[in-house]
């Protein structure tokens, strides 16, 4: 049995690599586990990876290495208590895990359907990396992350599941030149209100072109929808584009819960084009 399964291939030798929970056919578990194909996918070798919490998502570097992130804590059982965000190395050559630090705190809570209402939903927070593999890009090997992050997380029985809630998530988005030794950071919502943005999503195009698309209740943050913006940047990360939104008509979001699923893996961008998908 798996979940939140993630993928990545390696340009130059095909290789794929798979990072999931897994359960054994007896229900043990989960384990989290990398799984490595050389075969184009028709059999799978299983790596067990030194982390408890679920791996949000997986990049293969030009050398073939795997860089998954998640995030660690030293106290699972408290949600108000930031996790780091983490970055796990998976060595090819040497077939072993580095576990690469950040600075970046991650609070994992849910949000209020609107700032009216006490019903609450999972969104996606990612943390999402990527590696700039890009045959024209200027950042080539350039490391991103990307993940939604709460201002504070308010306790309040009244709320529907746990009792709590993340308030004023922002999108924000950092880059390393160095495999995530330092590390360069900022927020791309471009909006001044108090309202959440969630789901992120990223896409790299050949030259080296950011492609971000995002949930958004900025425009009205009581009402129970949302909406998805996009933006877009050419130096690597340094500036970005005026937030747009892509969506005609509002996204109705009134049940909570898990109604609009677990994650969004919801843009494509190339050289002159970028594609966003969102639930309507």
């Given at each position: 049995?798996?979940?939140?399964?993630?993928?990545?291939?390696?340009?130059?030798?095909?290789?794929?690599?798979?990072?999931?929970?897994?359960?054994?056919?007896i229900g043990l578990g989960?384990?989290?586990?990398?799984?490595?194909?050389?075969?184009?996918?028709?059999?799978?070798?299983?790596?067990?990876?030194?982390?408890?919490?679920?791996?949000?998502?997986?990049?293969?570097?030009?050398?073939?290495?795997?860089?998954?992130?998640?995030?660690?804590?030293?106290?699972?059982?408290?949600?108000?208590?930031?996790?780091?965000?983490?970055?796990?190395?998976?060595?090819?050559?040497?077939?072993?895990?580095?576990?690469?630090?950040?600075?970046?705190?991650?609070?994992?809570?849910?949000?209020?359907?609107?700032?009216?209402?006490?019903?609450?939903?999972?969104?996606?927070?990612?943390?999402?990396?990527?590696?700039?593999?890009?045959?024209?890009?200027?950042?080539?090997?350039?490391?991103?992350?990307?993940?939604?992050?709460?201002?504070?997380?308010?306790?309040?029985?009244?709320?529907?599941?746990?009792?709590?809630?993340?308030?004023d998530f922002d999108i924000?988005?950092?880059?390393?030149?160095?495999?995530?030794?330092?590390?360069?950071?900022?927020?791309?919502?471009?909006?001044?209100?108090?309202?959440?943005?969630?789901?992120?999503?990223?896409?790299?195009?050949?030259?080296?072109?950011?492609?971000?698309?995002?949930?958004?209740?900025?425009?009205?943050?009581?009402?129970?929808?949302?909406?998805?913006?996009?933006?877009?940047?050419?130096?690597?990360?340094?500036?970005?584009?005026?937030?747009?939104?892509?969506?005609?008509?509002?996204?109705?979001?009134?049940?909570?819960?898990?109604?609009?699923?677990?994650?969004?893996?919801?843009?494509?961008?190339?050289?002159?084009?970028?594609?966003?998908?969102?639930?309507?």
């Amino acid at each position: 049995i798996f979940d939140y399964p993630k993928i990545a291939r390696d340009p130059n030798s095909g290789t794929i690599f798979v990072v999931a929970l897994s359960w054994n056919y007896i229900g043990l578990g989960p384990d989290n586990s990398l799984f490595i194909s050389n075969n184009d996918g028709l059999n799978f070798t299983e790596i067990k990876l030194d982390t408890l919490f679920r791996s949000m998502s997986i990049d293969v570097d030009k050398n073939g290495n795997a860089f998954i992130v998640n995030p660690v804590s030293n106290n699972f059982a408290d949600n108000t208590i930031p996790y780091k965000i983490r970055i796990i190395k998976f060595d090819r050559s040497l077939g072993k895990q580095t576990n690469i630090s950040t600075p970046f705190d991650y609070l994992t809570t849910w949000a209020r359907v609107s700032s009216l209402s006490g019903k609450t939903w999972q969104q996606y927070q990612g943390p999402l990396i990527f590696i700039d593999k890009g045959s024209r890009s200027p950042k080539n090997g350039r490391m991103y992350l990307l993940w939604a992050a709460p201002k504070s997380i308010v306790n309040d029985p009244k709320i529907e599941f746990y009792g709590m809630y993340g308030h004023d998530f922002d999108i924000i988005f950092a880059y390393s030149d160095d495999q995530g030794a330092t590390w360069s950071k900022k927020k791309i919502n471009d909006d001044n209100t108090s309202a959440n943005q969630f789901f992120p999503a990223m896409s790299l195009d050949e030259d080296g072109g950011i492609h971000i698309a995002f949930a958004d209740k900025r425009e009205n943050p009581y009402g129970e929808y949302m909406d998805f913006y996009y933006t877009y940047s050419s130096d690597g990360g340094n500036t970005f584009t005026k937030n747009i939104r892509v969506n005609n008509e509002h996204i109705i979001n009134k049940f909570g819960g898990r109604s609009i699923g677990d994650y969004l893996d919801n843009v494509v961008g190339y050289r002159n084009i970028s594609y966003v998908a969102y639930p309507c």
